[in-house]
Structures are given as C-alpha cells and as structure tokens.
C-alpha cells in the first residue's frame, strides 16, 4: 500500500524542536550455570532423584531478549477521533432503530513505529473496523470512507489522507475488516522527536453525524436486526 507521507509543505513551515529523547537499555546480568557439587549426578542436588525436575524456584531464569537499538525517541500520539468513530447513517436524521441504515464503528488502533538518528518517523497502524446494516440498508455492498491525519500535537493539521474502504457483507448484518496503514513523518532535525506529533483516525461523517456521535447517541453496528436464536 502506498505510505502517507508528510512532504515538504507550507505547513511544515514551523520547525518543531526539543530534546532528544534517548531510550536506554539496562545491562542484563548473565546466569552462569550452576556447577555440580562434588558426588551429584550431572548437577542434581544431594537426595534428588535421578530425572527429577529441580523445584521452580530453583531454575535459572529466563529473560525475553531486548531490542538492540532503541529509537530515538518515543512514537507518535496515536488516537480516535470521537467525533468520526462512529458512522450511523439514519433516515430523515431520527435517531430510531427503525431509520437505521449502514453503520460502522472504529473499534481499536494498534500501531509501532521506528527512527533513529535522521531517518524519518514511519509508522505502522492496524485498523480495526465493525460494520453493520439497519433496516434502512437495503444492499448487500457499501463504501465507507475515513481518513488518517497527522497533526502537530495539540495545534495545526500537517497532513491528511483520505481512503475508500468497499465492505461486503455476503448476506450478513455485520461485518469485521481490519486495513493496514503506513505512515512517514520527516523531521526537522535530529532532536525532532516523535512526541510532537498525533496521528488521528475517524470516518468522514456528516456534520449531523458528528453531532450525533458528540452527544454520546449511539446505535450498536447490528441495531434493528434480529438477534439470533
């Protein structure tokens, strides 16, 4: 898939600068192996049978292995927009389960990121999306659209891309589709680190949608349909 890239534009104007972040990694001690006592079976303690485990407490540990080169700094902001999480599409703007047509809801992000020394800041997102038809959706196929925004933190839009995601449900009421996403950030100079920057995710909604959604009105992705037996 093509990555989203932040180019050299107008909004990249404002330079953003703070200290670099450096992950330090603490030195592991290593477990020497234990030795046998002078008259043991290949190691086993005095009175231990011979193809008898040692107790728990007694095993040397095991430690998970550690990254060897850290980034330089902590990842990107990576967030919902709550205002776009949920697309309810309804019938002269009622709010009834009768009047309910397509829906979707935005159910989890999982993202990780890497950078060091001047490389850019790439990011890769899992996307996770429920849809749902209402009584009101009468095909077995629709489109949805949401976006990806990159954003200096807390202040101005850098960047934002839109993508068509076409779902079919196969016969179903609901439907289970997770994309994957990269996204590249430049930064200004070494000690640009990821913590400037928030990447947001919704659906493009209409405005009484996102009324709707800001109000805390919701309706489940399977509403008006009948619960199975």
Do not use: H
Not at 13 to 42: K, N
Not at 71 to 89: F, H, M, Q, S, T
Not at 112 to 141: H, K, W
Not at 186 to 195: C, E, N, Q
């Amino acid at each position: 898939m093509r990555p989203l890239r932040l180019s050299d534009t107008p909004l990249m104007r404002r330079v953003l600068s703070s200290l670099l972040v450096l992950a330090s990694v603490a030195a592991v001690p290593t477990v020497a192996s234990a030795q046998a006592m002078p008259g043991d079976r290949q190691g086993q303690r005095p009175g231990q049978e011979q193809g008898q485990q040692a107790p728990e407490r007694e095993r040397a540990p095991r430690f998970a292995p550690l990254r060897q080169r850290p980034n330089a700094g902590p990842c990107p902001y990576v967030k919902i927009l709550y205002d776009g999480a949920r697309y309810v599409e309804l019938a002269d703007n009622r709010p009834a389960t009768a009047n309910v047509g397509f829906t979707g809801e935005i159910q989890g992000l999982s993202s990780t990121c890497r950078y060091r020394e001047a490389d850019p800041i790439t990011v890769d997102m899992n996307v996770l999306f429920s849809f749902g038809r209402g009584p009101q959706a009468t095909a077995d196929q629709r489109t949805y659209r949401y976006w990806i925004a990159v954003t200096e933190r807390n202040s101005a839009v850098l960047a934002k891309e839109y993508f068509d995601l076409p779902v079919n449900f196969e016969g179903q009421q609901t439907a289970e589709v997770t994309e994957e996403r990269t996204i590249v950030i430049p930064r200004a100079d070494l000690t640009t680190s990821g913590g400037n920057f928030e990447i947001l995710v919704g659906f493009e909604v209409t405005p009484e949608m996102a009324e709707f959604n800001r109000s805390g009105s919701r309706f489940r992705v399977n509403a008006g349909t009948t619960p199975a037996q």
